[in-house]
DNA sequence: TCGCAGATATTCT
DNA sequence: GAATATCTGCGAG
């Protein structure tokens, strides 16, 4: 475990734009009792303050988005449709609400585990972010959890992807944002 | 392929 | 008290 040290605050410091682009390729791992499960990151959307009519802040701080207000490197994980947990990076500095969805990761250990916790074979394991959170046992318990310690969950640099390999579009199941907000092209993923 | 039910924390009135 | 949600799995066609 000595080679997955987490990315420093820092990297999370930064525009989310520039945070959610850089964060494709990069590793997601999670300590599962005595288990590492680590994913490498392929999508990503970004959630960008109180202007962004998708973002959970846009309509002010709450007790649920309290997290995505204060520093960058927290996890912001909450529950949607009474089911799905969704994990989420916040970035940028305090009293900047905005954050990273991260929507999906491609298995790379640990995955037996992951089988199991998902409870299918391994067909669409991680790939969609409440997928995900099942396969890594995220829910809202990580909620406001230190990424840039290694401790339950934390990113470490993976690998870089070129530019050419970064593609992006509309995001995801925003349909009650404006009109604008859904058409930004705020969603990046490789292939 | 497509449409919808599902289960509940959180927010709004 | 009512409405809504950064989705997924399943069953019908």
């Not at 494709?24 to 962004?52: F, H, K, P, Q």
């Not at 396969?135 to 934390?154: C, E, F, P, S």
């Not at 199941?173 to 009109?179: N, Q, V």
Request: hydrophobic share 35%; glycine share 8%.
């Amino acid at each position: 475990m000595d080679d997955l040290i987490p990315l420093n605050q820092d990297f999370y410091d930064r525009p989310t734009l520039e945070v959610a682009k850089d964060l494709l390729g990069r590793l997601l791992v999670r300590r599962y009792n005595d288990t590492i499960l680590t994913g490498t990151i392929t999508e990503t959307e970004a959630y960008i303050g109180t202007g962004d009519t998708a973002c959970h802040a846009s309509k002010g701080q709450t007790p649920r988005n309290t997290v995505m207000f204060g520093p960058p490197g927290y996890s912001y994980v909450y529950l949607v449709y009474g089911m799905h947990n969704m994990l989420n990076v916040v970035t940028e500095k305090s009293g900047r609400p905005c954050a990273v969805l991260v929507r999906s990761i491609i298995p790379v250990s640990g995955t037996g585990v992951m089988q199991r916790l998902r409870g299918y074979p391994d067909k669409n394991l991680t790939n969609g972010p409440a997928r995900l959170c099942r396969a890594l046992d995220i829910d809202r318990r990580l909620n406001g959890h230190n990424l840039t310690v290694q401790d339950q969950l934390w990113m470490t640099w993976g690998q870089n992807v070129a530019p050419k390999d970064i593609f992006s579009g509309p995001r995801i199941g925003i349909h009650y944002a404006s009109a604008e907000d859904q058409n930004a092209a705020w969603r990046f993923w490789t292939a």
